[in-house]
């Protein structure tokens, strides 16, 4: 069997954006992970 490797070469693990409409943003990403079913922390 062959062993896969994990290569972190160019990968983002985060970004930091700023947003001008903080409800609006959150509605956004409420609407994207509620389609995704990804339960929203925080």
């Known amino acids: 069997m062959e062993v896969q490797q994990l290569h972190r070469d160019g990968l983002i693990d985060h970004i ?6 903080l409800s609006a943003c959150l509605r956004f990403y409420a609407t994207l992970l509620d389609a995704l079913e990804i339960p929203m922390a925080g």
């Open 16 to 21: 930091q954006l700023v947003i001008e409409n």
